[in-house]
């Protein structure tokens, strides 16, 4: 007897499936499966810290904290809904490591990246309190997906953009 998949769980895999393709490059793709947690990207941040400070020259990671915490509750919160697996975790941390990693060493590049992350991050919801209110909604998956997929469109513009080849 087959199984029956939950339709919200296939979408989260197609929107991956997706996701990679529209990056156009397999080996910028299984770099960013190797993250999987938002510890490995906290240890980048404090890497670097570390190593600006040392120069002088600190860019204001803590900036970023707002947008890795909401994006932590929302990992938490698709745990619920979803039969999660490590390329979906991967697809929400692996791109903001591998853009850190990319422009910690062009410091404008790496500002506008963290003030982009910062910004986003103070505007997205508080997703414990969300999925607390609306647990029982089924529409509410819906919605889940929906940031999924603007997470990785924003992922995708903006690692194309810094995957160009430079002049």
Do not use: C
Not at 68 to 78: C, D, F, K, N, T
Not at 96 to 106: M, R, V
Request: hydrophobic share 45%.
């Amino acid at each position: 007897m087959a199984t029956v998949q939950d339709p919200v769980q296939l979408a989260f895999e197609q929107t991956v499936r997706e996701f990679k393709s529209s990056l156009k490059n397999d080996d910028l793709y299984s770099e960013i499966m190797k993250t999987t947690t938002v510890d490995e990207v906290y240890d980048l941040t404090d890497k670097l810290q570390e190593e600006q400070l040392k120069k002088g020259g600190l860019r204001h990671l803590a900036k970023i904290g707002p947008y890795l915490e909401r994006l932590r509750e929302y990992a938490s919160v698709i745990q619920v809904f979803i039969q999660i697996k490590p390329d979906i975790l991967a697809a929400i941390w692996g791109p903001i490591k591998l853009l850190i990693q990319w422009t910690s060493n062009l410091k404008q590049s790496l500002d506008a990246i963290i003030s982009t992350t910062a910004e986003i991050g103070l505007l997205l919801p508080e997703f414990s309190q969300v999925s607390r209110l609306f647990s029982q909604n089924e529409q509410i998956k819906g919605v889940m997906l929906l940031f999924f997929k603007d997470l990785l469109d924003f992922y995708v513009i903006t690692l194309n953009f810094f995957s160009l080849p430079r002049k």
